[in-house]
């Protein structure tokens, strides 16, 4: 089971960037699928999630009105798209799958994690 994240980057405040999350070994059309980031010495924290059908997200209040989950499962794919993004949103993303099928918040909900993609925002 293999989840990868990509996409991450250094730009400007104010940019854009999507991340995806592929799968391999694992089909996600049946787990809840949510996107999380770490800064430098803090915790991971839940940034988005989404359930198994796409039809049910939820944001961290940080993040709401600037950021977009979303999935493909005939692409086995979650994206997340950031857009006015500040400095600080930098941070290593990582995405995450759980077996409920929903948009859990916590971190030890989910059982399967990528291995995190890098953001970084510049002022």
């Known amino acids: 089971v293999q989840l990868q994240a990509s996409g991450g980057g250094l730009v400007q405040a104010g940019d854009s960037l999507r991340l995806s999350c592929a799968a391999s070994g694992l089909t996600l059309a049946t787990y809840g699928m949510g996107w999380f980031r770490q800064a430098p010495g803090k915790e991971r924290e839940f940034v988005a999630g989404?359930?198994?059908?796409?039809?049910?997200?939820a944001y961290a209040e940080s993040v709401k009105g600037r950021f977009t989950i979303s999935r493909d499962n005939a692409k086995n794919t979650v994206y997340l798209q950031m857009n006015s993004l500040k400095p600080e949103d930098t941070a290593v993303y990582y995405c995450?799958?759980?077996?409920?099928?929903?948009?859990?918040?916590?971190?030890?909900?989910?059982?399967?994690w990528g291995q995190g993609t890098q953001v970084t925002v510049s002022s």
């Open positions: 995450a799958a759980n077996r409920y099928g929903s948009s859990r918040l916590k971190v030890d909900e989910y059982n399967y």
């Open positions: 989404i359930g198994w059908s796409g039809g049910s997200m």
